[in-house]
């Protein structure tokens, strides 16, 4: 590895024109803009021996070296602005043709100003200028720090690039956002969009140049990024040096990819609730990531500590992991040759030594195929990749949707309601079995103060007792997912949850919101827990009614490394229609999970969590729909090495099947 830090000399600043005041301080000759002042400037680059400068390649060790090339651009912000700018675009200064000898390049710009520059300003410099360019990776922020309250304990703070009060972008600050959560492997786009390089200085000597002020300075840029070229070896690999050379893309987990930059001392200011820590390499067009020197490199915000991280490799061979600690330093380059597994099915995942199911209790009918039992994959809900259709209608309306999933499906001014079939539930009434896929009346099992978990009983029971059975064949109501997965139904058995399950794993390491994408490629969002401990994962629930604070977390999820809770919101009393499942900026979305504990004949224990909901144990109706995530039981012969239950269907094999689990 090698640090880099990057020492430029900026000089010949020229301002052009005249203004009628000015006193020692100025740089006479701004011309007065109708916004500012704009200072034609000429930026004379100069490195510092062995610092790296730009157009990233790897030598034959494979450590970072960097040189000028022609076209490459930085952002000036004058720092006396004090964030009253209206300006849409931080100023762009461009090196010439031909100006580089690699230790020293020109640059030449204009720099808009609020006020006339004045010897005494200071001056951010930032590279590269590209990231605020086309398809931006960095953008300008208020530094205020936006405070969001709500019911429910709605308790958040984040900057915004827009005035919540008119809705309108602000003009350029003193703080911006660094966003590197999507990248495509490249030493090359690392270059433009993520080597993010920051420096302070004031303009010094001022002379006269031809009628001219010309003002020079010298400034450090220090990097403030970390850059990690990987490869992934597998044993008994495809390939004679067994690395993997065929990726179609990789995810990772724990790695700071996005914060908000102080241009001003160049400290990271971004608050708890905003920083994230994933990063997808993938191209757009589905490719393969172009290797350089068999690595795959990405760059992220360093903690200069150990590090956790989970990465995920996706390859028409399968899906192969790897877990593991590793401290990053910033300003660093590492290259590292990772031992990667290869992803098998389990019937299980543990948190916090509760071994939950692997997908929601789900009823799916295909033709004339019939599932009933675990879902194939653990962000499974019902509709979760179609458009919707006629039968869906609610209150006689036809469903509208912004998306794919009935996640996004809404009426009205997005209220988010459909009507559910019977051919594809994951929501079901407490305690029913026979008449499960039954909406429209009242079918629960009533009585008071007792535990279903596993058990059967005939009949619904009474508003204190309740007729237990041992018997299958008897039983109209209890446990259904005992009833659908137990032996002689599945190869692998599992029940309702209990209140000190959810317990156990509302004391998870991590829980946060978060997203998978599905087998069609759309997003599925939801709760995510894991033993792991994540930088900056505490609760974060409620989450308010914005989406943006959500993390992906497939490949964590594919990988068996935590428990992923969809959004299902709920059916209402006696109906079929589901509602509060439509996910989207200002609509009051959340889970409702139910427990195996009856404290009253018409309530239960439940799980909520959302919008407006923080994690935690409430009291919903039996007669409403919930979702169910059942725990594992054991196997049938306590065979664990056969494919889970769910592979075994046709209609899931996109999804999983018996050689492994996809998505």
Wanted: aromatic letters at 12%; hydrophobic letters at 30%; glycine letters at 8%.
């Amino acid at each position: 590895m090698k640090k880099q830090k990057l020492q430029f000399l900026y000089g010949a600043i020229a301002m052009i024109g005249f203004t009628a005041c000015s006193d020692t301080n100025d740089v006479a000759g701004d011309v007065t803009q109708q916004e500012g002042y704009a200072t034609t400037i000429q930026v004379t680059a100069d490195n510092a021996a062995q610092a790296g400068t730009r157009s990233l390649t790897p030598d034959a060790n494979n450590n970072i070296v960097s040189e000028w090339k022609s076209g490459d651009k930085m952002f000036i912000y004058d720092i006396a602005d004090d964030d009253q700018s209206n300006e849409a675009n931080y100023s762009l200064v461009t090196m010439a043709a031909n100006s580089s000898n690699k230790q020293k390049a020109d640059f030449t710009g204009t720099v808009k100003t609020l006020k006339p520059m004045k010897t005494t300003d200071d001056l951010a410099f930032f590279y590269p200028g590209t990231a605020v360019e086309g398809e931006k990776t960095v953008e300008q922020v208020n530094p205020k720090v936006e405070k969001e309250t709500g019911a429910g304990g709605v308790n958040l703070q984040y900057h915004t690039s827009e005035n919540p009060s008119t809705n309108q972008k602000y003009g350029i600050r003193s703080t911006v956002s660094l966003d590197m959560k999507k990248q495509d492997g490249t030493l090359p786009t690392i270059d433009q969009k993520f080597d993010y390089n920051w420096g302070k200085a004031k303009p010094t000597e001022v002379k006269n140049d031809n009628g001219q002020k010309i003002v020079k300075t010298e400034v450090t840029l220090n990097r403030k990024v970390t850059i990690w070229g990987v490869k992934f070896k597998i044993v008994n690999g495809p390939s004679s040096t067994g690395f993997i050379k065929d990726i179609d893309s990789v995810k990772i987990n724990g790695l700071r990819s996005y914060d908000v930059l102080n241009l001003k001392d160049g400290s990271f200011v971004g608050t708890s609730d905003e920083k994230e820590y994933m990063i997808t390499v993938a191209n757009k067009d589905k490719s393969k990531i172009q290797l350089q020197n068999d690595y795959v490199w990405v760059a992220f915000l360093g903690e200069d500590a150990s590090t956790d991280f989970t990465i995920t490799v996706y390859t028409q061979d399968g899906v192969y992991t790897k877990t593991a600690s590793k401290i990053f330093k910033t300003g660093y380059d590492y290259r590292s040759n990772i031992t990667v597994e290869k992803i098998t099915p389990q019937p299980y995942v543990t948190v916090n030594n509760v071994t939950w199911a692997t997908g929601n209790f789900i009823h799916y009918k295909k033709g004339s195929q019939e599932y009933w039992g675990i879902a194939p994959a653990q962000w499974w809900i019902s509709s979760y990749g179609e458009n919707p259709t006629s039968v869906n209608k609610a209150d006689n309306k036809n469903i509208k949707y912004d998306g794919l999933g009935s996640q996004n499906w809404f009426i009205g001014d997005h209220i988010g309601k459909f009507t559910q079939t019977a051919d594809d539930v994951d929501l079901f009434q407490w305690g029913v079995i026979n008449d499960a896929l039954k909406f429209n009346g009242v079918y629960y099992l009533q009585g008071t103060n007792f535990d279903m978990a596993g058990k059967y009983y005939k009949n619904r029971g009474g508003l204190i007792n309740v007729n237990e059975t041992s018997n299958r064949a008897e039983a109209t109501h209890g446990d259904i997912v005992r009833y659908y997965t137990e032996h002689g139904q599945k190869h692998y058995h599992y029940q309702y949850p209990s209140d000190a399950d959810f317990n156990a794993l509302f004391s998870a390491n991590t829980c946060i919101p978060a997203y998978c994408y599905t087998d069609k490629g759309n997003k599925i969002y939801g709760a995510y827990f894991s033993d792991m401990k994540f930088a900056g994962s505490g609760s974060k629930f409620p989450t308010g009614r914005k989406i943006w604070k959500y993390q992906d977390v497939s490949g964590l999820v594919l990988a068996n490394k935590g428990l992923f809770l969809p959004i299902g919101g709920r059916r209402p009393l006696s109906s079929a229609y589901v509602e509060f499942r439509h996910v989207a900026n200002n609509s009051g979305f959340y889970g409702q999970y139910y427990t195996s504990k009856s404290p009253t004949y018409s309530i239960p224990h439940g799980v909520f969590f959302g919008a407006a909901f923080k994690m935690n144990i409430s009291v919903p109706s039996k007669d409403q729909g919930s979702n169910i995530r059942p725990v594992y039981v054991g196997a049938d012969n306590d065979d664990e090495t056969k494919p889970i239950d769910a592979a075994k269907f046709a209609a899931f094999n996109n999804i999983i099947d018996a050689t492994g689990r996809k998505y």
